[in-house]
């Protein structure tokens, strides 16, 4: 008997990000989540069915992983309250990448914590250098003025209370895409999760003769080793995969009853089938690259 799978990758419906560029029509009330356990010490607090804003509550403070949109900066406070934390607690934010739907809120958040004093701002060297090229730029996505504390090197994880977090330069959706690995543990039964987060799957940037891939300087020689890279880490072992999109695992479809047990998301498969999906979906572009190309993880209906 085949095993059906909860979590899978669905091509974007209209989420929250759509509603607000349709300001008078968008209703983007209807397009919101709650907070949600995802990790014995990890939540989504993002607030909307669109960008994830992950919240690790370190023992020592509070970390993010991106930091949303400008206009969900208040579900993402209303989000962190819910769950009995405090925004000025917020020591440090990780930015996935430089893309507005995941940077716009990080000033906002900062300056919330008691700013840049007391709360750093983490990017790639990569991304930073596309944030300040297109600071001025208001398209595809806006972004208020944040200040970079911290760059991120693969060789050293960034360390905070109880959790060490390793990150991996994977350039593809663009050139500074940083993904995210930790373990963290259930202190009362002891058991320990292999927790990851990729920073970029959208493979739009990736296409051949894509617009905004060529503003993100994105060659096909980028591509291929995003598809490489896919295939490589597919590989590794992760317990919980933390989309940064909601689509990518179909989360917003298959949200547990009870919002605390993060036990819901333990899935050996969803990083292996997230990251071979997405890699699949380049080689398709690419039929000179990868002659003998066949889907094997399509996406779900």
């Known amino acids: 008997m085949t095993e059906t799978k909860r979590f899978g990758y669905k091509k974007p419906k209209y989420r929250y990000g759509n509603s607000i560029r349709d300001y008078f029509t968008g209703n983007s009330w209807d397009h919101t989540e709650p907070a949600y356990r995802v990790g014995p010490h990890v939540w989504n607090v993002g607030g909307n069915d669109d960008v994830a804003v992950y919240l690790l509550d370190t023992g020592e403070g509070l970390m993010l992983i991106d930091s949303g949109y400008e206009q969900s900066v208040y579900l993402v406070v209303d989000r962190i309250y ?65 200040e970079v504390t911290n760059f991120y090197d693969d060789n050293t994880p960034v360390k905070m209370g109880r959790f060490t977090i390793r990150t991996k330069l994977c350039p593809g959706h663009t050139l500074g895409v940083t993904s995210f690995f930790f373990e963290d543990t259930d202190e009362e039964t002891g058991e320990t999760v292999r927790m990851a987060m990729h920073g970029g799957m959208g ?8 617009a905004m891939g060529k503003s993100e300087e994105v060659t096909p020689e980028i591509a291929f080793r995003f598809v490489k890279d896919c295939l490589e880490m597919a590989e590794w072992p992760v317990d919980i995969n933390m989309s940064s999109h909601l689509n990518q695992t179909n989360v917003d479809e298959n949200m547990p009853e009870d919002l605390n047990n993060w036990r819901w998301f333990i899935a050996d498969y969803s990083w292996h089938d997230m990251l071979v999906n997405r890699a699949e979906d380049v080689m398709e572009k690419y039929p000179e690259q990868y002659p003998d190309f066949k889907w094997t993880v399509p996406n779900i209906q």
């Open 203 to 210: 493979t739009g940037t990736m296409y051949p003769g894509s």
């Open 82 to 146: 819910s769950i009995g934390f405090k925004p000025q607690d917020i020591r440090k934010i990780l930015l996935s990448h430089w893309h507005g739907d995941h940077t716009q809120g990080a000033r906002l958040l900062q300056e919330l914590a008691g700013g840049r004093e007391k709360c750093e701002i983490w990017l790639s060297r990569e991304d930073e250098a596309m944030h300040q090229k297109t600071a001025m730029n208001t398209k595809p996505f806006s972004v208020l003025p944040y």
